[in-house]
């Protein structure tokens, strides 16, 4: 059943803007937001082409403090770390809404909220793909998709979550969130939404109303979905890769990465040690990266595994290789992926769907899918799946870029301007 007091809020606001008569970009900038939410803070002139940052909080029962691994290195840092209010782990209830330059003055009446994929945050994935030297390219811009945009005579928004590799039905009401403050301020009535990577998953998710037993239902507000590399049939790149990963990520072994490992003991330098709050499943009390469980999906049937890897069997079927153990893919998937359900449930078909997929898989600095076509982490066979997408707009095959660059690289940006225009 819907949210009763979102219901009520949406109705009460639609029917205050036809009585007002109200056109688009005539309503206040300070229109108030629904009472569900509460503003925080206001952060004014933050840079990289944003014209302000807010921090709100959804006081709906059901958010919780999701769990954060304990060396820090999925903490909130940068200037996001001011905005949340200095709390390097946020509650999952708050999230930033990001508004750029000329978000009150673009003449295009459909405004675009941007949502941001796993580890990211809204200015590097948007705004400054090179803030972390992280682009996907040897050579990265200063300015990003939301600039852009902007200039195109967009009114731009983006949503900055809490846990950078948080809960995708949590982060899905975050969505919707965003989506009920833009209208809000700007009295419209739908909202293009445009979701890299993970992000994809958490836009489905609210667009096709798969949500937690207290979330509520898709309020119809969204005109079009833009996805760029989502994972919409999943990916098991973790366990499909698991031997070579999960050194970057066990502490032992000297990683530091923010992603989860496929092992719960693994051998490094001798010694055999356990991690708990690396693994994809729940363990030992923790559950640090339920967003990655989420996006599961097998492709050992289609494109097969490397048998040249080290315990390559048991990393992605579960038990006891040589070095590591852990308990398998199908194990994961069954503890909570959401893609059968999202492909079951499927996308409104009021919603039209565009699908961007890479076809290069050399991101640098990473063992790169080969397996099959890819965009060095998603199969593009994945990134392009429309299964449970009744209304599809467009689809396209970036031959040249890999998943990164889907997000910054002018070609990505023409097809996207294009699908929005």
Known sequence: MPHPVRSLCTALLTAALLLLDVGVGTVSAHAAAPPYLTQEAVFTAPGNGWDRVERYLDTTTGFRAEQYPPDGRGDQDGARLTWFGGVRQPYSG???????????????????????????????AWADPGATGSCGAASCPSTGLAQSLAASGHRVFAIGF?????????????????????????????????????????????????????????????????????????????????????????????????????????????????????GVLPSGGYDCFPGQRQLLARWDGRYGLDSTAQDWWTTYYGGQGFYTSGQGIQAAIDAGSLIAAL?????????????????????????????????????????????????????????????????????????ITSWLT
Request: proline fraction near 6%; hydrophobic fraction near 40%; charged fraction near 10%.
């Open 94 to 124: 708050r999230f930033l809404l990001h508004s750029a330059t000329g978000w009150n003055t673009g003449p295009i009446a459909t405004p675009v909220l941007l949502v941001h994929g796993a580890n990211d945050n809204a200015d590097r």
């Open 162 to 278: 809490a846990h950078k590799q948080g809960d995708n039905l949590l982060q899905a009401q975050a969505v919707g969130d965003a989506i009920a403050l833009v209208r809000a301020r700007l009295g419209v009535t739908q909202v293009d939404v445009v979701a890299w990577s993970k992000g994809e998953v958490a836009a489905r998710a609210y667009v096709s109303s798969v949500r937690p037993s207290w979330g509520w239902a898709y309020a119809g507000d969204v005109r079009r979905l833009i996805t760029l590399g989502g994972p919409h049939g999943g990916l098991d790149y973790t366990y499909a890769h698991g031997w070579a990963f999960s050194p970057a990520t066990w502490p032992a072994c000297g990683g530091t990465a923010n992603a989860p490992s496929p092992h719960l003991y693994m051998t490094c330098y001798g010694s055999y040690t356990a991690q708990p709050c690396l």
């Open 343 to 415: 492909q079951r449930a499927g996308v409104p078909a009021s919603v039209r769907s565009y699908l961007l997929a890479g076809g290069s898989a050399d991101i640098p600095g990473i063992l790169n899918e080969g397996r099959g076509p890819s965009d060095g982490l998603v199969f593009t066979a994945s990134a392009l799946d429309t299964t449970g997408i009744p209304t599809v707009g467009g689809t396209a095959l970036l031959g040249g870029l890999n998943h990164m660059e889907l997000a910054w690289a002018p070609a990505a940006v023409q097809q």
